[in-house]
């Protein structure tokens, strides 16, 4: 992922009123290692049902935000879930319903969409987590072209209108 500075993430957001950009927390921009990123994620310390994720998009040479909310309730305890971004397998516990609203007038009118995502929005570094022998360095490549792709798609469903 290319760095971002504050006003380019706060300007990325397609789904985020002005109060919300207002109030959004950022993480330590300059502790981010951007080029192990397929996206920025990071929950609100003040709001722990919402959290923000940001990635850039090669095709318009733009970043893309958009806010998400936590489900309330969290699945059942002693069962795998996965991500359905990293595609991850962990503790259902490690994953989280988030809704989204879609952009524009949509969203204003309250339509919304969801996924199962990792609960700390920090997918970029689980597909990294395992050892090298483990995890090497084609599939960490792999996965994170698929992860990048995942998350691209999403976004482009909040901003579809139709």
């Known amino acids: 992922m290319r760095a971002l500075t504050e006003d380019d993430i706060r300007g990325a957001f397609v789904n985020a009123t002005d109060e919300q950009l207002q109030r959004m927390p950022l993480p330590g921009l300059h502790e981010t290692l951007w080029d192990e990123r397929e996206f920025l994620g990071w929950r609100d310390p003040q709001a722990a049902h919402l959290g923000y994720l940001v990635h850039w998009d090669e095709a318009e040479q733009t970043p893309v935000g958009i806010v998400v909310r936590a489900a309330s309730g969290g699945m059942r305890a002693g069962i795998a879930a996965m991500c359905s971004f990293c595609h991850s397998p ?73």
């Open 90 to 162: 962990q503790p259902a516990t490690q994953v989280r319903l988030f809704s989204t609203p879609r952009a524009g007038e949509a969203g204003r009118n309250g339509n919304t969409i969801g996924t199962y995502i990792c609960e700390d929005l920090a997918c970029s570094l689980l597909i990294r987590r395992a050892p090298a022998h483990l995890n090497p360095p084609q599939q960490v490549a792999r996965r994170s072209a698929d992860l990048l792709q995942r998350v691209q798609n999403f976004t482009a469903d909040v901003m579809r209108t139709a």
